[in-house]
């Protein structure tokens, strides 16, 4: 910018982006607007941990991550999404205290993937 905008200008591009946030559905609210919760499903959640855990984030780190920002999740979004993704059998999470465990089936990213596919598409 050479210049500092103008009220006007400053209106057009919140309005502008609230029309993008609205169309990309990250926006809920007819007259109070606030952002929408993003619903991460856990199968994807699942092999996203397995990729931090295989670049070395592992136990506390994996749940701290900025990485889960992305998705606009907190630390305890990530619990309960490690909670579910152990119930559901996609991985095993232990936590006692400050001291957490968190280990996968599969090494390979490719097995781990096959596997989570394979899990996330079975008939109930």
Do not use: N
Request: net charge positive.
């Amino acid at each position: 910018m050479t210049c500092a905008w103008g009220d006007g200008t400053v209106r057009r591009v919140a309005q502008g982006l609230l029309t993008a946030l609205r169309d990309f559905g990250l926006l809920q609210g007819a007259v109070k607007k606030q952002i929408a919760p993003v619903r991460l499903p856990v199968d994807a959640f699942a092999f996203l941990a397995f990729t931090l855990h295989r670049k070395g984030v592992s136990g506390d780190q994996l749940i701290k991550s900025e990485d889960w920002r992305l998705f606009l999740l907190s630390p305890s979004d990530v619990e309960r999404l490690l909670i579910q993704a152990h119930q559901e059998k996609y991985l095993s999470y232990h936590a006692a205290g400050s001291v957490i465990r968190i280990t996968f089936t599969q090494k390979d990213p490719e097995e781990y993937a096959r596997a989570v596919t394979q899990r996330a598409h079975r008939p109930a």
